[in-house]
């Protein structure tokens, strides 16, 4: 094992990500390369194409192909796996999956550049007359189609470097936002849902599976009268965690459908399980309600119900639908326990089992309250109470049986008198024991509508599953912004208008919906960059010296906080004889369509009117520059600007990816050891010494900021008065790792 563990970090994994290869058999089979593999550059594609190859037949052609140095960019391994996976029949056809896979094909930078230059010279009169509003996308597809093997980035950067050197330098004319047409679309904050998939309030009766009783008509007209017609919804969270982004689109819909129906909507805690539930989950459900910019009609539990449901249990009993039942958890756990010898009891005899229940006569276990009913799954006599001898968050020792779920819920709705009890699809099954339990009881009916959960990749959200790891370390806790909770998005610095505006998005189906995070990314980058003033910082700093100012030399520059719209205001920032720089912003030795500070090349300093140019790499403990500046209005126009700061705030910046390497880690077949074999070793990167410029010194907790060229971040409460901590909240549209 140390021999193979030894091959695997020599091929360029890290050991962390080499001890997880070795528990997964295809991913060792790399050990058939033996000297074969060139060890410096191959690692990182063989990993990948192991841990994405589903046909493992398939492991010795393709890694073969790696090692041969036949695959050697990502491109090229999509390609072929997208090959393997079409031709799951031997023999391959090696020609073929060679013309496929672009091998041997060699694009040289001059054909880039020539590429790209004729897709300008195609557009140059749109591009002239448009300039930077241009759709710079359309000459990006246009070369990538010209040369389909092509990096990327480097076309990109071939792109923007051409693009400069026909426009020069954005003006201010350019800068400000082009007006969007007006376009229908769903208002934000609301999800849609066609209004003839929902019963209309008082025609309950109408929805499928709606079972109508003789009493029907009569209840529904008593609820008309108590509710005037209007719409009633709710939200029923049980107070035992924190809420996480499935549960925004639920609060979205319900809130929302209320809304837009001119109705009201509930709050309320199903309180039912003295157990699990904590003070802090129910101050900090109603906090991200509040946060989503919902208010509730009111706040009410389940517990204010107790008594009602209890008289409502010994009903049931009375009417002979409800027993009092012996057998064990265990024999009631799964879909085929065996019927209880105890569900023909008399009647007398169970209600006066059920008062010893409420008594404190029987341990836990001893015995429950079953309604004699079948589910849709084919559950039988679900139950309806249990005995817990635990204090209840509310309620105190006043009670030690509680309601199940499958009892409250449908009752709870029918007291607050909801017209529409909206929950998502796995609720389907308890449909037919919702109206049951109604009409048994001869109690108001609401409509149950049920709608597809949300979802989305590379994430846990299961209470369980954080809980685990927080447990384990892996997270700080219920709030690290690397979890999709909504306290965890908050301390990240995503605005709740743009989880509301996801959730318009996606809207409301009947299906499951499984999302990628890109999408509520894109939400956040739409809110944020008309919301969060810009201002400067340097994540990795290089010291710049202008000679040629006098060691007292200080000026303040004004800096737009919107560029776009400079009316929105404005801050001003020190500029003096030391500055500092992004050290990726500066090459010592210059590289074909590098556009920033080099010895040979100047470059612009943004907001500040200066061109500096290196006069001095001064190389001790750490690089330093030494250059001279002029103004940008006399020099020649330098071909890139770059942001600075000058007396900066140091700070901590922390910053995130995602949480797991796969897009379901709770999928066994994606990832066989579990989800928490699957954690990405660089989901944080903590940078202790990054500076800001001074404009945030006054800054609360959550306020959010773009710093420009890097990307949004936002306070972090962990901040203190000596040192401010920032979390990056996402990056900026641009590819950071541009050239």
């Given amino acids: 094992m140390a021999d193979t563990l030894t091959l695997f970090t020599s091929i360029g994994l890290s050991e962390q990500k080499a001890k997880e290869t070795l528990k997964n058999d295809a991913l060792s089979s790399f050990n058939m ?67 496929a896979c672009g091998v041997g094909v060699v694009i040289t930078p001059e054909q880039i550049e020539d590429a790209v230059e004729s897709v300008i010279k195609k557009h140059k009169e749109q591009l002239l007359k448009e300039r930077y509003r241009f759709n710079m996308g359309l000459l990006m597809g246009e070369a990538r189609s010209a040369l389909k093997w092509a990096d990327g980035k480097v076309i990109k950067n071939e792109v923007d470097m051409q693009v400069l050197h026909l426009l020069g330098p954005k003006t201010e004319a350019d800068l400000e936002k082009k007006p969007k047409p007006q376009k229908a679309k769903v208002a934000e904050n609301e999800l849609k849902v066609k209004k003839e998939e929902v019963a209309a309030n008082g025609e309950n009766y109408k929805t499928e599976g709606y079972v109508v009783t003789p009493n029907t008509m009569s209840l529904l007209k008593k609820h008309l009268e108590i509710t005037g017609g209007q719409i009633r919804t709710r939200f029923p969270p049980e107070p ?25 909507c509930f709050l309320r805690y199903d309180d039912t399980n003295p157990e699990k539930e904590e003070e802090k989950y129910f101050t ?58 105890w569900r023909d009891r008399p009647i007398e005899e169970s209600l006066v089992l059920f008062e010893r229940m409420k008594k404190g006569l029987f341990a836990e276990g001893e015995a429950t309250l079953r309604m004699k009913m079948v ?16 204090p209840h968050h509310r309620t105190g020792d006043e009670w030690c049986i509680y309601p199940t779920y499958d009892y409250t819920h449908c009752l709870c709705d029918s007291i607050e008198n909801i017209t529409h009890s909206l929950c998502t699809k796995e609720f389907q099954a308890r449909r037919s024991s919702y109206y049951w339990l109604c009409n048994a009881l001869d109690v108001y009916c609401p ?18 599953k954080i809980i685990k ?9 219920w709030d690290d912004p690397r979890l999709f909770t909504l306290t965890a998005l908050r301390r990240r610095g995503f605005p709740p208008e743009a989880i509301n505006n996801f959730c318009a998005r996606v809207g409301v189906t009947v299906s499951q919906t499984t999302t990628e995070p890109h999408l509520l990314e894109s939400c956040v980058r739409d809110v944020l960059n008309d919301t969060a003033p810009r201002a400067m910082a340097v994540l990795e700093p290089l010291k710049v010296t202008i000679t040629n100012l006098p060691e007292s030399s200080k000026s303040d520059v004004r800096v737009p906080d919107f560029p776009a719209n400079e009316a929105k205001g404005s801050h001003t920032v020190s500029f003096t004889r030391t500055i500092f720089i992004e050290q990726s912003d500066f090459r010592e030795v210059m590289e074909k369509g590098y556009k920033r500070l080099t010895p040979e090349q ?14 001095k790499v001064i190389k001790v403990s750490m690089v330093e520059l030494e250059v001279t500046c ?8 330098p071909k890139a600007f770059i942001h600075w700061v000058s007396q900066p705030l140091v700070c901590e910046m922390r910053l995130y990816e995602r949480l797991f390497l796969h897009k379901h880690p709770e999928d066994p077949s994606e990832v066989p050891n579990g989800f928490l074999s699957d954690i990405n070793p660089n989901s944080l990167q903590v940078i202790s010494s990054a500076l800001v410029d001074t404009s945030v010194k006054g800054a609360n907790v959550y306020d959010k900021f773009q710093f420009e060229r890097v990307g949004y971040f936002s306070l972090d409460p962990d901040s203190t008065a000596d040192k401010l901590v920032f979390n990056r909240t996402v990056t900026l549209k641009e590819d950071p790792g541009k050239i």
């Fill in 240 to 264: 035992n965690g924190i809420l996480h982004i499935g549960h925004a689109k639920a609060i979205n819909f319900n809130f929302g459908y209320a809304k837009a129906n001119n109705g009201i």
């Fill in 33 to 99: 390369l033996g000297d074969v593999v060139d060890r410096d550059t191959m690692g990182t594609l063989l990993y990948s194409m192991a841990s994405r190859l589903k046909d493992t037949k398939r492991l010795a052609f393709l890694s073969h192909s790696i090692a041969q140095c036949k695959i050697c960019t990502e491109l090229q391994l999509a390609a072929a796996l997208d090959f393997v996976k079409s031709h799951p029949h031997d023999p391959i056809n090696q020609k073929e999956f060679e013309e």
């Fill in 284 to 341: 900090a459900i109603k906090d991200m309600v509040e946060w989503l910019g919902y208010k509730p009609y009111a706040v009410t539990h389940a517990s204010d119900n107790f008594q009602q449901l209890y008289d409502l249990a010994v009903d049931l009993i009375r009417r002979g639908h409800a027993y009092v039942c012996h057998q064990k958890v265990e024999e009631l756990k799964g879909h085929n326990a065996p019927p209880s010898p």
């Fill in 469 to 477: 790891l927080v447990e384990t370390g892996v997270v700080r806790d």
């Fill in 630 to 637: 002029c103004s940008s209005e006399t020099a020649e126009k």
């Fill in 602 to 615: 100047p470059v612009g300093l943004r907001h500040a009117g200066y061109v500096i140019s290196v006069q």
């Fill in 447 to 464: 409509v149950q509508w049920e709608y597809g959960r949300l979802n989305l990749t590379y994430t846990v959200v299961s209470k369980r």
């Fill in 375 to 390: 589910m849709e799954d084919g559950k039988m006599d679900p139950v309806a109470y249990r005995i817990k001898y635990t």
